[in-house]
């Protein structure tokens, strides 16, 4: 009898002992993706509110699929000049939009200028086809003369924000700063930027600061939508008053995405330069969020509101939160994008 209640008892013990080790193999199975993935996209929703839709729609509802563009062709819109978009499809009237910034973009794709005591600082310069007239000739149009631009800043290497500034360099002998990966971008496709590429100039780091007379842009590293995407901080002044300025350099989901090698750790990046450049919004006191795209900053629909100021709140600054938020809404719907190539991978180890 003791002897059968012994092994009754060893059976026991090896049956829980299995018991337990199919338990823990299966439980990565039953991690419930789907409402991890709901739970991002909800934070996203929240952060967005009312004031950062466009954003919400191009990185959550609508998100870039695919991977990064490893041509090297010509763009159509230099090899057919019939392709390039009408006028009206492009154009926006330049701005004032602070006491030394303006708005030099179009309707989608922004550049800003930043005065200062001792000349001018482009930050992004669209199309190669729209550079002349929405910046040198916006700039003429505001009242400010283009041979004082110093440097031309370039938050990532495409063509709708790399356009201009061979241009600007060649014309006017302003340098141009941009980080180490995406000038090497550059030369590795040498014909897709052939007639816009200008000539490494400045390599900036993250932290770097370039000072203009009274003011600095410091320069953060956001690899993510190219590998070197950079994102600024910086202070503008309204009527006087000091304001920080966070601008975002790089927002849709431009890098290979859409397979869980690599795209799980590509969304690592990015997130993460989300997180850092929050920090530094955070850091600096922020309470306007710029962009290269006005989708993603309202910049277009802002600058018409400008004329009806009159003493009221300033449109762009929408406050530390808010700019807390937009970032926010950047990290959560890359997790959500990056959790469903989890749950892929994870379907395809269980098979």
């Known amino acids: 009898m ?28 039953a991690r419930d993706f789907d409402e991890e993935i709901r739970a991002s996209l909800q934070a996203a929703k929240r952060a967005a509110g009312f004031e950062f839709l466009g954003t919400l729609v191009r990185t959550c509802l609508l998100p870039q699929s695919g991977g990064e563009n490893t041509t090297d062709d010509l763009p159509r819109y230099i090899r057919d000049p019939s392709s390039v978009p009408t006028r009206e499809a492009w154009h926006a009237d330049s701005a004032k939009v602070f006491d030394n910034l303006y708005f030099v973009g179009g309707k989608i ?13 482009i930050l992004d310069t669209i199309y190669p086809y729209n550079s002349e007239e929405l910046i040198v000739g916006g700039l003429q149009r505001l009242g400010l003369d283009p ?41 590795k496709y040498q014909n897709r930027y052939s007639t ?28 993510g939508h190219t590998p070197g995407t950079l994102s600024f901080t910086f202070t503008v002044r309204d009527n006087g008053r000091p304001v920080n300025v966070a601008y975002s350099g790089g927002t849709g989901f431009n890098f290979v995405n859409n397979t869980p090698d690599p795209g799980i750790r590509n969304f690592d990046s990015y997130i993460a330069a989300q997180r850092h450049m929050a920090s530094q919004a955070a850091a600096t006191g922020a309470t306007v969020l710029l962009s290269n795209h006005s989708e993603f900053d309202n ?16 449109p762009y600054e929408v406050g530390a ?23 892929e991978q994870a379907g395809t180890a269980g098979r």
């Open 109 to 121: 794709h922004s550049s800003w200028a930043l005065t200062t005591s001792d000349g001018i600082i």
């Open 321 to 343: 939160d808010w700019v807390a938020r937009y970032f926010q809404i950047l990290e959560n719907c890359a997790r959500a994008a990056q959790l469903r190539l989890e749950q």
């Open 147 to 187: 041979v004082d631009i110093k440097y031309v800043i370039i938050a990532h290497a495409h063509g709708d924000h790399i356009g201009g500034s061979e241009m600007l360099q060649t014309r006017y002998g302003a340098q141009v700063v941009m980080s180490g990966p995406d000038w090497d971008l550059v030369n």
């Open 196 to 223: 816009m590429a200008p000539k490494r100039d400045i390599v900036a780091t993250d932290g770097m600061e370039i000072v203009l007379g009274d003011t600095s842009v410091t320069l953060w590293e956001t690899p």
């Open 299 to 314: 910049a277009v629909s802002k600058n018409r509101m400008l004329a009806g100021r009159g003493d009221g709140p300033h």
């Open 2 to 29: 003791t002897l059968h209640l012994a092994a009754m008892s060893l059976a026991l013990a090896v049956s829980v002992s299995v018991t337990s080790v199919n338990v823990a193999a299966q439980s990565p199975a």
